[in-house]
């Protein structure tokens, strides 16, 4: 009985998710006529393995990133569940409907994980699992079930590089409770897959430890392989070219009872398999491989009884059971009006019952109750909560001359030293560069984290190091390789973790800033999915001048800046980091709507990742400033170091490293104008991002609004200029003359340095102290300026 109902489930998601991809695209009003889209084929053959999966396979604690052309039967099965309301499927890809890619944050039904960036979605799925074996190693972790880690993986997307690169870090950490599922139906958007490939891929399963199990032929094909005559069917199967098998299958019964007899007729036991089938049931027969076959994916499943990882390799046939099946231009194509008439009358669907989920079911209420004890959706939505962790106050290290990158570590290590609930929480990664991001005392006190203890063989032998590299299932660093993807895909899961698994984290992840752009897709793709870390790139800019141009930033702060649900901070002090720090760790917690401040306009409820930009330069710090308005200023994104008086001609905003040059350009100025303000610019994001919402909000008739750069702008006197100064790409702060209407002069760095000191390479750049007090002079002539 049960395999009756996966097969009607079945054939109901296929229905539904291809029926909801042609009334998007042939039914649904438009207003163009550009292709709405959808993926029919990658749906189709997909259908048998995410019905035995999900009504079958699964359990609560299971979560699983569903491929992204996939997406349609994701919400055909929750519409089919109750958990998606029509209307949804109704508007799919349109404006508020079901997404094109199944997503934590837009969809209304329950993502587990957020795809469409091809192999994140697949990779985020074996740091998930470590995640929750870190979570389960400690005493705060709880009794939750373990669960396993699902990824249904599109053949094609094994050809990106950060499938492999999470491989490694697998191996290297016992991975657990992970399952990939490959729909391995050998066809991409250009062709089909090159023949012999997957048995290299194979070999790579095997190295890194998992276990590899084929699902070749469904349960038809077995039968007939029983058959007289049936080795030689199977025989010739498995030498039959992918490009071929597609092609036979797009062509259908009568082809394939040519092709068949033609190469294997013997009027004999062979002739005599093929006679016994119709064109209609050889079709079935030929196209019956074991990812098409729900009966066969159920078994293969269920007979899985242990915690390795493994890798099923599912073969289906692209487009199955549709018109289009086969063909190789199907991935983006769609079945013609014409094709979908024939086909809804193949699938004995009445006219006018389209979206109705039992059409074709002969006992509905049978079915109901069978989908009422399904395991996966018994509990109801399963995404998790945990409490929110106070923070504790951050103190500024008192150092009199201190980098940002420095003051990190200290305040990373007296949070070691405490017992603070947010400490406990803390987990801390690096690919690679941890002693160098100033980790290292964080990492000394706290250890590293895995899943049975390793001993500090420096330690064990009495060689004198700085670095105590012990592992136990206590630490709290998970020890990562020299790849960034790695660490950001590890960021979004333990950044989901109060989501996933009921147990909040708090990610501090460190990476040398210049290579930030290496991890950009997957720090996208973490922020998209609402995952909540902190990241912190360090050194910024130049201020690792010996190390050549290949390690100086220059885009990341408009990065920091053009990220959505990322918040980008750099501050220049010690004290401001420390604010920032504090901060931060408040609003990787947060979770309220997104309704902007009436002060800030920033939406600072709804939470988000924090990313730092921090420097190894030291600077002199100033004089203890403890007041709220600095504070506030500081979090705000920006406040005067220098306060302009009625008469200012000139102001020099900075932000991050470049503070010391720019205060000592004032100074130089200031010998000849007393007047000459100075603006520390701690988030050139948070300031943008509230001037913009605010000019939004008088557009739609909130004439008060005022963001906080406006008004920290506002009493500047029209003819005073603005120099902007950043170690960085000058398009960070160049926009602040427009705020008001002020002239602007951007300072920055738009090409690569070579090796020299900090100053030589400031110098050449023109943002060193001496350089930027004279192009401010040169904005305002008729006065002599000294240098």
């Known amino acids: 009985m049960a395999v009756a109902h996966l097969k009607t489930i079945e054939q109901r998601l296929l229905w539904l998710s291809h029926w909801m991809i042609h009334h998007a695209n042939h039914i649904r009003p438009k207003e163009d006529a550009i292709k709405v889209g959808g993926h029919q084929a990658s749906s189709a053959s997909m259908v048998s393995i995410m019905t035995a999966l999900y009504f079958s396979a699964l359990r609560p604690e299971d979560r699983v990133a569903v491929k992204p052309h996939a997406s349609p039967l994701f919400h055909a099965m929750q519409y089919l569940m109750g958990n998606l309301p029509r209307e949804k499927m109704e508007a799919f890809r349109g404006f508020g409907g079901a997404q094109s890619y199944p997503s934590r944050t837009k969809d209304v039904d329950d993502v587990d994980f957020s795809t469409g960036s091809v192999g994140l979605g697949v990779a985020i799925t074996s740091f998930a699992a470590l995640i929750q074996d870190y979570i389960a190693a400690k005493p705060w972790g709880g009794e939750r079930p373990m669960g396993r880690m699902v990824a249904l993986v599109g053949d094609a997307e094994l050809d990106e590089g950060n499938v492999y690169e999470c491989l490694q870090e697998g191996w290297k950490n016992d991975l657990r409770n992970t399952w990939w599922i490959i729909d391995y139906n050998r066809q991409s958007l250009d062709g089909i897959v090159h023949e012999g490939l997957f048995q290299r891929i194979e070999k790579t399963f095997d190295a890194f430890g998992w276990d590899l199990v084929k699902v070749k032929y469904g349960a038809l094909q077995r039968a007939a392989f029983e058959e007289p005559g049936g080795d030689r069917l199977r025989e010739w199967i498995d030498r039959c070219p992918n490009t ?6 797009f062509m259908g019964g009568a082809v394939w009872r040519q092709r068949l007899m033609e190469d294997l007729g013997d009027q004999g036991d062979v002739s005599a398999l093929i006679d016994r089938r119709s064109d209609a049931e050889l079709a079935d027969l030929m196209e019956n491989l074991g990812g098409n076959c729900v009966q066969t994916m159920a ?9 390795r990882p493994v890798c099923f390799l599912a073969y289906t046939v692209k487009g199955w059971g549709t018109p289009i099946a086969g063909h190789k231009d199907n991935h983006g194509g769609l079945m013609t009006p014409k094709q979908m008439a024939e086909w809804q009358a193949h699938m004995g669907v009445p006219e006018g019952k389209e979206w109705d989920p039992f059409a074709t079911v002969k006992n509905p209420s049978s079915l109901r109750a069978f989908l009422k004890k399904v395991p996966f959706f018994a509990g109801g939505p399963r995404r998790l909560q945990d409490a929110v962790l106070p923070v504790p106050a951050i103190a500024v290290p008192g150092e009199r001359e201190i980098a940002t990158q420095m003051a990190f570590g200290k305040i990373l290590d007296e949070l070691a030293k405490g017992d603070s609930d947010l400490a406990e929480r803390i987990v801390t990664t690096s690919p690679d560069v941890t002693g160098t991001t100033s980790l290292g005392p964080w990492v000394n006190r706290r250890r590293l984290f895995a899943r049975g203890a390793r ?21 709290q660093h998970i020890e990562l390789g020299i790849a960034e993807m790695n660490l950001c895909l590890l960021l979004a899961a333990a950044g989901l973790s109060h989501s ?11 990476v040398y800033d210049p290579f930030v752009a ?4 997957a720090l996208n793709y973490a922020c998209y999915q609402g995952a909540r870390f902190l990241l912190v790139g360090t050194p910024s800019g130049m201020t690792l001048a010996p190390e050549g141009g290949a390690h100086q930033s220059i885009g990341q702060p408009l990065i920091g800046m053009s990220q959505a649900g990322l918040t980008a901070f750099e501050p220049a002090f010690a004290d401001e980091l420390a604010i920032i720090m504090e901060w931060a760790f408040e609003h990787i917690q947060r979770s309220g709507l997104p309704e902007p401040d009436p002060r800030t306009w920033l939406a600072d409820a709804a939470g988000g990742a924090v990313y730092l930009r921090l420097t190894t330069n030291p600077l002199e710090q100033p004089m203890a400033r403890t007041d709220a308005a600095f504070r506030q200023g500081v979090i705000d994104g920006g406040y005067w170091l220098r306060r302009p008086g009625p008469n200012c001609e000139a102001v020099i905003a900075y932000q991050g490293a470049i503070a010391g040059e720019a ?4 100074g130089m100025i200031g010998n000849d104008r007393r007047d000459i303000g100075v603006l520390a610019v701690t988030s050139a994001d948070r300031l943008h991002a509230g001037w913009t919402a605010a000019q939004r909000a008088r557009t739609n008739g909130k004439a008060e609004a005022r963001s906080r750069v406006e008004a920290l702008l506002a009493d500047l006197p029209p003819h005073a200029a603005i120099a902007t100064v950043i170690d960085g790409h000058p398009a960070t702060l160049s926009w602040l003359g427009s705020v008001i209407g002020h002239r ?4 920055g760095v738009e090409a690569f340095g070579q090796t020299g000191t900090i100053g030589d390479l400031y110098r050449h750049f023109g943002i060193d102290a001496a350089s930027i007090a004279g192009r401010v002079g040169a904005m305002t002539p008729g006065r002599r300026l000294a240098t």
């Open 518 to 521: 290496r991890a950009l897709d």
């Open 299 to 307: 078994d293969t499943f269920a007979a899985i009884d242990h915690d």
């Open 663 to 666: 205060i000592r350009a004032a």
């Open 244 to 249: 071929e098998y597609s092609a036979l299958t």
């Open 744 to 747: 602007t002069l951007p300072l």
């Open 455 to 475: 001993p500090d063989v420096f330690k064990a032998h009495n060689i004198p190091s700085t670095a105590k590299w012990e592992f136990s299932p206590a630490g």
């Open 500 to 510: 996933l698994f009921g147990r909040r984290l708090i990610p501090v992840g460190t």
